[in-house]
Structures are given as structure tokens and as C-alpha cells.
């Protein structure tokens, strides 16, 4: 049986989205499924999109995610070098190849020329396309002579590399997850393979690396299926085996309504006045701010969808938002909806070098990464009898190419910290406490014994470490106001009395949870009060508000001094 090799390859073009976490782990757990080999290679040939960084971010996050390559950049391997702007001598070999059959010609034309023919063709109501329909008029190898063919090359005219679209034949195509699809080459353009300064385009390069690296199965987006045809045609005009195929579904935006809450709007609205007011100058952020708000104020409202629908009556404005709001409501999960939602679509954070704008990742919003594979993984693939908390070892144990959907996965905010709730749950106090070390710069001050009792008090509320500190920031300072709403309800006037007497009375215990429980009911009782007029205005004396976990382990925390002196502050304010 033919060793299964798998690759991830990523161009250093900007951050490691979403989608891209999903193909390199759904690549890393086949491969460890099957006993294979998962290599990531860097697709570093668009010079014009490099990003700075890009490379070292793609490796730190992988590394973060525990995708580990078994040969990259980095750690090398046999088939090294790992990035394909190391190559270019391999694919001037292969170049000279394929332009030995009949797959492959020279085309002289300039951007100039084309754009005229394509003029022409607009005209008469067509659409141009490079195709066995238009070579033979256009100026290439195939059209031209041998002699004006050499005559240009004497010229050193610049020239690109097309791949000789097949006339009439229709490939019959498999692909593992979507099974069988055919394809007629006239609906097919002769594509560029490689550019006027000797570099492959991507879909030349791609599959010289996937054949000289051993590739035994490509598992990439859907957005490449339109290229299945051509890639499978390359393969035969360079004599090799191709290999399978796996293209993956797209992940989808969330639910229009979980979309949209108070905190987005704004940078909804910022996002719209980019793409349209500042190119229109006609409309203010104010007036583009009103009108989204009403589209938001129907999102739960089943007119929301119909509200949307073009009307002739609409000015240019709402036509506008109307069709902002519809494209960012729905489809793909973007790179920029992260930013646009307030939900980290990257695993770590990303800095533009450009503009040094900061994308949010997952890692610095707190996310455990064996959460976060975990929820990647799900969004199109389903393990046996439904299981939803796996490690990445169980995963991989289970993986099979033929059970990922076909369908989109829809990406929910919600479910993604769902999933980091059950891993924050597994982990130890100690554990975390090194978590909120590493983020919270104010507990610096406070020791470990009394940290740990905080941590294990709140982590069953928690989502992720920081709702710690978050949730019991009462814990580490006093209350300097109270709330109205909770104030009202809590506190009247005798409250201050029961107060003070409690106090006297628990200067004489020992001040742990399961004494201090008993003698606040003992006191209760022996006065003839319900506990809600003890435990209310007690609780909003130590934390402020009227909310936290169990008043006797707050007062424990806290200890006997300070425990006093919140409930004297509390009297004191209230008088």
C-alpha cells in the first residue's frame, strides 16, 4: 500500500484564518490516522501579497494548535527546501518539460492587447476567455510560425507559459468527499503556468511539489474545485499519477441574530462607511449609523429577510446598506468578520505591518488550544455516536475523510466557548493559576494560598481564565459604590443595625465557610429573620452588587479584617 503523504501549503500572504486551521488538522489527523506523514510546505510565490512575518506566524500557530509537521521550512526533511521560492530550478526543469508535448505553449500578448481584445468581445455582448476558442487568433506559439515564434524569442519579448486546453474531452472526476463530477475542457481556459518572470503560477508549482514530495492525497477548500480539471490534465501531460482528492466545505458565517448585539454595531457601521461613504462622500457616519440600526432593530423579526430586498423606491444610501448587510450577514466566514463581529477568526493575534492594525486571535482571547482544535474539527466533521470533547489523539484515531460533510459548517461564537467552558472545567487550580498569572497583571500582589481558594470558588463559572479575575474583581478590591437597583432591594432601615450586630457577633469565630454558614443562620434564627434580610444586604456589603458564589466563602476569602471593614463601609454609605 502507497505511504500516505499529505501537505499543508499556505501562502504567506496575511494570517492563518479559520478555514486554513481546518485543512492543515483535518491533513494532520489523516495522516496520523493512516499512519502517514504530514508535511507543511510555504507557497511563496506572490511576491506582490507577501506579508512580513506571515511565514513565522503560520508555524508559531500551528505549533500553538499542536499541528506538528513532520517536515517543513524549518525542521527540514528529504524532500526539502520547503518553500517554493527555493525551488525555481526544479520548476525550470519541469517547464522545459511540458513545453516538449502538446499540453503547452508560449503567448506572446501584452496587457495591452488583451484588454483590446477583451473591448472587442465586451461590444458584442461576449465575455473573453484565453481558450481553444481564441488562441488560434492570438499572438502565441500556436497561431505564429516557427520563425516568428524564434524571431520574438531573439527579441526576448516576454512571454508567458499557457497550458493547451484539451478540445471537447470530458474528464470524469472523483473527489472523496463529493464523490463523482465530470467536466467538459471547453468550459475550461488555457491557464497561465507560468509568469512573464520565469516563476510557476499556483496551479503549475502545486503540482510539481505535491508530485516530487510524494504526495499521496490533496485536502483542500472548496474554492479549488473549479481546478480539479485542469490540475487532473496536468498530471497526464506530465506523465504522472495524480493524487486523491478531498475538498472540504466551506465554514459559513453565524446566524444573522446571533450576529448582531449592542457592542457590534459600531464597527458594522465603520466597516459599511469603508466600503461605501467614503467612496460615495455624499452621507455622514451619523446617517449610515441610523439607518443600520433599523435594519437591526427587525433581525429577530421575521421581516428581517424581506426587509432587506431591493426596492426601486430605495435612495442610494439604503440600497447600499441593504447590500452590505446582506453580503455580511451571510456566505463564507471572512477574514475580516472577526474584527467586524468581535469574535477572533485567527488563532493568534495577527499585526498588520502595513498599518499595524491588530487582528484578535484565539490564543490572546483566552482560548485553550486543545478547545480550540476541538471546535475546529467539528465545524464538518462528525466522530462516531455523536461525541463532541475529543483530544486531538482520540481525533486522530477516528479521522475519516469520508465522513466530512459536504455541507457548509456554520461557525457560532457561542459553541466556541462552549467548548473552552469543558477544557477550562479539566483543568487544575494550579494550572489555571499560572494562566492568570501570565494575564493579570493585578493579582501580582496577592498570594497563591488565596488565589488557588478564588480560582476553585469561580472556575465552575468560568469560561476562560480572565472571567475569573472578571467575575470576582471583589475579591481583590473593596467596593467604592453600591448598586442602585440592588441597593433598594436589599437595604432598609434596619439594616444597618443587623449589620453592625452580625459583625460584632463574627469577630469572636473562627472565620471559615462551614462556621461562618452556621452562625450567620444561628443569628438569623435567634432574631427572627428570614436569611434574605441577613444574607441580601450582607452580600451587597462585601461585593457591591448581588451576585457571586456563597456569601460564607466570600467572607472565608476575604478573611475577618476586611470582611469588617466592607460591611462598616456599607453601614456608613447607607446612612
Not at 51 to 79: H, Q, R, T
Not at 480 to 490: C, H, L
Not at 542 to 555: A, C, F, M, T, Y
Request: aromatic share 10%; net charge negative; with cysteine.
Amino acid at each position: 500500500m502507497e505511504k500516505v503523504r499529505v501537505r499543508f501549503a499556505p501562502s504567506p500572504t496575511g494570517p492563518l484564518h479559520l478555514g486554513g486551521v481546518r485543512t492543515a488538522l483535518y491533513d494532520y489527523l489523516f495522516a496520523k490516522n493512516q499512519g502517514g506523514e504530514f508535511v507543511l510546505r510555504i507557497e511563496d510565490t506572490d511576491t506582490a501579497r507577501y506579508v512580513e512575518g506571515a511565514e513565522e506566524y503560520i508555524e508559531e500557530a500551528l505549533e500553538w494548535c499542536g499541528i506538528i509537521p513532520d517536515e517543513s521550512p524549518k525542521k527540514g526533511g528529504k524532500f526539502a527546501p520547503y518553500r517554493q521560492s527555493e525551488r525555481r530550478d526544479i520548476y525550470d526543469r519541469y517547464t522545459e518539460q511540458i513545453l516538449t508535448t502538446d499540453y503547452a505553449y508560449l503567448a506572446f500578448d501584452t496587457p495591452e492587447e488583451l484588454d483590446a481584445v477583451r473591448a472587442e468581445f465586451e461590444a458584442n455582448g461576449d465575455v473573453f476567455s484565453y481558450d481553444n476558442k481564441t488562441r488560434n487568433r492570438l499572438r502565441n506559439s500556436i497561431a505564429l510560425s516557427e520563425e516568428e515564434v524564434q524571431q520574438l524569442l531573439d527579441q526576448k519579448t516576454p512571454y508567458v507559459v499557457r497550458f493547451k486546453m484539451p478540445v471537447n474531452r470530458t474528464l470524469n472526476l472523483e473527489d472523496i468527499i463529493r464523490g463523482h463530477s465530470s467536466v467538459n475542457t471547453n468550459t475550461l481556459d488555457d491557464k497561465v503556468l507560468v509568469k512573464n518572470d520565469g516563476m510557476p503560477t499556483y496551479h503549475f508549482a502545486n503540482i510539481i511539489d505535491d508530485h516530487e514530495m510524494e504526495i499521496s492525497h490533496v485536502i483542500r477548500g472548496e474554492e479549488w474545485l473549479p481546478s480539479l480539471g485542469l490540475h487532473t490534465l496536468l498530471y497526464e501531460a506530465m506523465g504522472w499519477t495524480a493524487p486523491e482528492f478531498a475538498h472540504l466545505s466551506l465554514i459559513l458565517k453565524p446566524d444573522a441574530a446571533s450576529l448582531i448585539n449592542k457592542d457590534n454595531i459600531d464597527s458594522i457601521t465603520k466597516a459599511f462607511t469603508e466600503d461605501f461613504i467614503l467612496k460615495n462622500n455624499a452621507y455622514s457616519f451619523d446617517e449610515a449609523s441610523v439607518l443600520i440600526k433599523s435594519f437591526f432593530a427587525e433581525i429577530k423579526s421575521p421581516r428581517f429577510k424581506s426587509s432587506l430586498t431591493e426596492n426601486e423606491k430605495d435612495d442610494a444610501l439604503t440600497a447600499a446598506v441593504k447590500a452590505f448587510l446582506k453580503k455580511s450577514l451571510s456566505g463564507k466566514l471572512s477574514k475580516r468578520d472577526g474584527d467586524k463581529f468581535g469574535f477572533p477568526v485567527f488563532p493568534l493575534d495577527f499585526k498588520d505591518p502595513a498599518t499595524g492594525n491588530i487582528s484578535k486571535g484565539y490564543r490572546e482571547n483566552g482560548y485553550l488550544p486543545d478547545a480550540f482544535i476541538n471546535m475546529v474539527a467539528l465545524l464538518g466533521w462528525s466522530p462516531a455516536d455523536d461525541k463532541e470533547i475529543l483530544t486531538i489523539e482520540e481525533m486522530s484515531k477516528e479521522f475519516d475523510l469520508h465522513k466530512v460533510h459536504k455541507a457548509g459548517a456554520r461557525f457560532s461564537k457561542e459553541k466556541s466557548e462552549w467548548f473552552n467552558h469543558q477544557y477550562l472545567q479539566t483543568k487544575s487550580d494550579e494550572e489555571i493559576l499560572q494562566m492568570l498569572k501570565n494575564t493579570e497583571a493585578n493579582i501580582s500582589a496577592v498570594s497563591d494560598e488565596k488565589l488557588l481558594k478564588i480560582i476553585h470558588l469561580m472556575k465552575e463559572r468560568a469560561t476562560f481564565p480572565k472571567d475569573i479575575y472578571e467575575n470576582g474583581k471583589f475579591f481583590f478590591e473593596t467596593p467604592t459604590s453600591y448598586d442602585e437597583k440592588a441597593s433598594k432591594k436589599a437595604w432598609n432601615d434596619e439594616t444597618s443595625t443587623i449589620l453592625g450586630e452580625l459583625s460584632v457577633q463574627l469577630e469572636s469565630v473562627d472565620f471559615t465557610a462551614e462556621i461562618l454558614k452556621q452562625e450567620i443562620h444561628d443569628f438569623a434564627e435567634n432574631k427572627g429573620l428570614g436569611m434574605g434580610k441577613v444574607m441580601m444586604p450582607l452580600r451587597l456589603a462585601l461585593v457591591g452588587e448581588l451576585k457571586g458564589p456563597d456569601v460564607p466563602d466570600i467572607l472565608e476569602i476575604l478573611g475577618k479584617e476586611e470582611s469588617k471593614d466592607r460591611i462598616h463601609n456599607a453601614i456608613n454609605n447607607f446612612k
